[in-house]
């Protein structure tokens, strides 16, 4: 019997057909990575798939309120935000991804709900500055901002192909396609209100106490996980100290 040549195959030709693949094509699929994947290489300065530099990023994307939404940056080197990340315990929230073109599975989070969209990322500027990319340091504003706006990741990959001296110093358990949604528990407002409880309705950073204010103190998930909520993971906080503890403006 002659062996089958898949690729040539009629379902596998309709496949690609329905999926808008032509035989022209960038071949540069967004690949499922597993943290045992065999081909996933740990080293001490970071590591690699297949011979291969991958770039790190945050699927799962809050929105609070009517603000403009967040736009998170992928990471192309273990840049300053990445080191912050891993000291807070809060490198979970990002995923490993291979994609070249710019654009990104994302999740944006509003009210606990999730919707999916592909979305055009820009480069971290801090990773630009650990790197000098294209003399980004000694350049002046405007030039600074034109390498920011056409950075290309395929670029990146061909120029530093073999070059391991920026790679991540860690690498996420998780991918952009395996990672689970970081959105609160059905049973969140009970986890929440039995904690709060349970701290006497005093925030444990400035121990000041809300019991006659119960609406201005907030439960914290330390490692930005909100599925998370083992109580080692959660601390109770009033807003403003909440406040303090992220980046972006906090809702509620």
């Given at each position: 019997?002659?062996?089958?040549?898949?690729?040539?195959?009629?379902?596998?030709?309709?496949?690609?057909?329905?999926?808008?693949?032509?035989?022209?094509?960038?071949?540069?699929?967004?690949?499922?990575?597993?943290?045992?994947?065999?081909?996933?290489?740990?080293?001490?300065?970071?590591?690699?798939?297949?011979?291969r530099r991958v770039i790190l990023y945050?699927?799962?994307?809050?929105?609070?309120?009517?603000?403009?939404?967040?736009?998170?940056?992928?990471?192309?080197?273990?840049?300053?935000?990445?080191?912050?990340?891993?000291?807070?315990?809060?490198?979970?929230?990002?995923?490993?991804?291979?994609?070249?073109?710019?654009?990104?599975?994302?999740?944006?989070?509003?009210?606990?709900?999730?919707?999916?969209?592909?979305?055009?990322?820009?480069?971290?500027?801090?990773?630009?500055?650990?790197?000098?990319?294209?003399?980004?340091?000694?350049?002046?504003?405007?030039?600074?901002?034109?390498?920011?706006?056409?950075?290309?990741?395929?670029?990146?990959?061909?120029?530093?192909?073999?070059?391991?001296?920026?790679?991540?110093?860690?690498?996420?358990?998780?991918?952009?396609?395996?990672?689970?949604?970081?959105?609160?528990?059905?049973?969140?407002?009970?986890?929440?209100?039995?904690?709060?409880?349970?701290?006497?309705?005093?925030c444990q950073e400035c121990r000041r106490?809300?019991?006659?204010?119960?609406?201005?103190?907030?439960?914290?998930?330390?490692?930005?996980?909100?599925?998370?909520?083992?109580?080692?993971?959660?601390?109770?906080?009033?807003?403003?100290?909440?406040?303090?503890?992220?980046?972006?403006?906090?809702?509620?």
């Open positions: 019997m002659d062996a089958i040549n898949f690729l040539e195959s009629e379902a596998f030709l309709r496949i690609k057909k329905l999926m808008g693949i032509s035989d022209k094509s960038n071949p540069d699929f967004t690949l499922e990575i597993p943290a045992n994947d065999p081909n996933l290489k740990f080293t001490e300065d970071g590591f690699i798939y297949k011979g945050i699927r799962d994307q809050a929105q609070y309120g009517n603000n403009k939404t967040n736009e998170y940056k992928f990471h192309i080197v273990d840049c300053p935000t990445l080191a912050r990340s891993r000291r807070e315990n809060r490198y979970g929230k990002y995923v490993v991804s291979t994609k070249t073109d710019g654009k990104f599975s994302v999740r944006r989070i509003k009210n606990n709900q999730s919707h999916e969209s592909v979305e055009e990322l820009h480069v971290c500027k801090h990773c630009l500055q650990k790197l000098n990319w294209k003399g980004y340091n000694s350049a002046d504003t405007v030039d600074k901002k034109l390498i920011y706006e056409n950075f290309s990741i395929e670029e990146f990959f061909r120029i530093m192909n073999g070059d391991n001296q920026f790679l991540f110093a860690a690498v996420p358990n998780d991918n952009d396609v395996t990672a689970r949604l970081n959105v609160y528990p059905k049973n969140w407002d009970d986890i929440s209100r039995r904690l709060k409880e349970k701290y006497g309705y005093i106490k809300f019991s006659n204010c119960k609406c201005l103190l907030h439960v914290h998930h330390k490692n930005g996980l909100k599925w998370d909520c083992r109580e080692s993971n959660l601390e109770v906080l009033c807003r403003d100290c909440h406040q303090k503890k992220h980046s972006h403006r906090i809702g509620g």
